[in-house]
């Protein structure tokens, strides 16, 4: 049981070094495709890879399954759009640290502890830190970047609203889908999707197979091992694997005051998960 705990663990942490590195390969792709285009990419490809292999028979669903698959899949599209559009124009680990503020802001409200407000004030300073409020960075990054942490906090709650409802495996590729066709408008308008290649696609390919199709294989195997509690803390890690990955693979350097930023905000993340009650 512990070494099956261990392997949770470790499966977790790759989890989120794939997100996070298929982050990267995405930004390369930016210049060519946009935002837009890496996005629908990203969740285009997945969905269809997801929905060949688990094949859900969509007819069968009900009138209340299917307002839940659009409004999770609608928060997954618009909450990967944002965040590219952020990541375009703030380093990784900046923008994956201030979108945190979505999963810990559904955190605190679930608990609503006097300790909470400690975790708020912290993430706070943490922002406070990050954002050039002398001009020196470019606002709309950070503007995208929060409203993709406003989206993620959608997205969690979508996804507790259609757990039990149907099966994990067929959520996430019908959600997959729906979210391809709420980025696909963006897509065409921006025009750059149509400069796409067979390279460009095997980039594509990359992405959704490290940013989606291969974490969300992991965090199904780790869900069902470990702890809420424990999922949550190591959750909390990911503005840490963005900086690592933006540093090794984009060589976005983050100065010791960003950096000590991004740690405000993985304490205050991991302290609320660890102050919420554990659920049975």
Request: aromatic share 12%; glycine share 10%; charged share 10%.
């Amino acid at each position: 049981m512990y070494s099956g705990k261990k392997l949770a663990i470790g499966s977790a942490l790759c989890s989120m070094m794939s997100v996070q590195g298929g982050a990267s390969i995405a930004k390369y792709l930016f210049h060519l495709l946009g935002p837009a285009g890496a996005v629908l990419l990203r969740v285009g490809i997945a969905g269809l890879m997801l929905f060949a292999v688990i094949r859900p028979n969509i007819f069968k669903y009900t009138r209340e399954q299917w307002k839940c698959i659009l409004f999770y899949g609608a928060s997954i599209g618009l909450m990967n759009f944002t965040f590219y559009c952020g990541i375009q124009r703030v380093p990784l680990g900046i923008g994956v640290a201030i979108e945190f503020i979505g999963p810990l802001g559904v955190a605190v409200y679930a608990s609503r502890k006097p300790l909470d407000f400690l975790w708020v004030l912290l993430a706070a300073a943490g922002i406070a830190l990050i954002v050039p409020w002398q001009g020196g960075g470019d606002m709309w990054g950070y503007v995208f970047v929060t409203i993709a942490g406003v989206m993620w906090a959608a997205y969690i709650l979508s996804a507790g609203k259609l757990a039990g409802k149907m099966k994990n495996t067929e959520a996430v590729a019908c959600g997959m889908c729906v979210a391809s066709l709420i980025v696909l408008p963006f897509a065409i308008a921006d025009g750059d999707i149509f400069k796409l290649n067979g390279k460009l696609l095997l980039l594509g390919l990359g992405v959704a197979v490290f940013s989606s199709a291969l974490p969300f294989t992991l965090d199904l195997f780790t869900i069902k091992k470990l702890e809420a509690r424990t999922y949550s803390v190591l959750q909390s890690l990911h503005p840490v694997f963005a900086a690592l990955s933006g540093l090794i693979f984009l060589k976005e350097y983050l100065s010791a005051v960003q950096w000590l930023a991004v740690i405000f905000i993985v304490t205050a993340s991991a302290g609320s998960a660890l102050s919420t009650p554990a659920r049975e």
